[in-house]
């Protein structure tokens, strides 16, 4: 299984950007896929989660800013980033609970990360 996140970059102060991350190879189903971010110097923390019925969950730090969704049939988790600040600046995880095979446990995943930089 791999993940593979897409969508960073450099954004000024109040943008917005939107990040994805797609999920392949042998997969029969994905539990809660989240969101973490990690900063210069900081330890990675949890940004959002999603189930894979789609109940959410944020951070305190970006509640009402951002926004975790999926795509089951692709295999995808996104996130909408608006109202950006320098404080977001990190790089950014995907992380995904998925089974390989039905009666197999769940195996959590990360991709490789995606930076983030907000700055004028």
């Known amino acids: 299984v791999q993940l593979v996140e897409s969508g960073g970059g450099l954004v000024q102060p109040g943008g917005t950007l939107r990040l994805s991350c797609a999920a392949s190879g042998i997969i029969f189903d994905i539990d809660a896929m989240r969101w973490y971010r990690q900063a210069p110097g900081k330890q990675r923390e949890l940004v959002a989660v999603?189930?894979?019925?789609?109940?959410?969950n944020y951070a305190d730090f970006v509640k009402g800013r951002f926004t975790i969704s999926r795509d089951n049939a692709k295999n995808t988790v996104y996130l909408e980033m608006g109202s950006l600040k320098p404080d977001d600046t990190a790089v950014y995880y995907c992380?995904?609970?998925?089974?390989?095979?039905?009666?197999?446990?769940?195996?959590?995943?990360w991709g490789q990360g995606t930076q983030v930089s907000v700055s004028s």
């Open positions: 992380n995904a609970d998925v089974r390989s095979r039905r009666f197999q446990s769940y195996t959590s995943w």
């Open positions: 999603i189930t894979s019925a789609g109940n959410t």
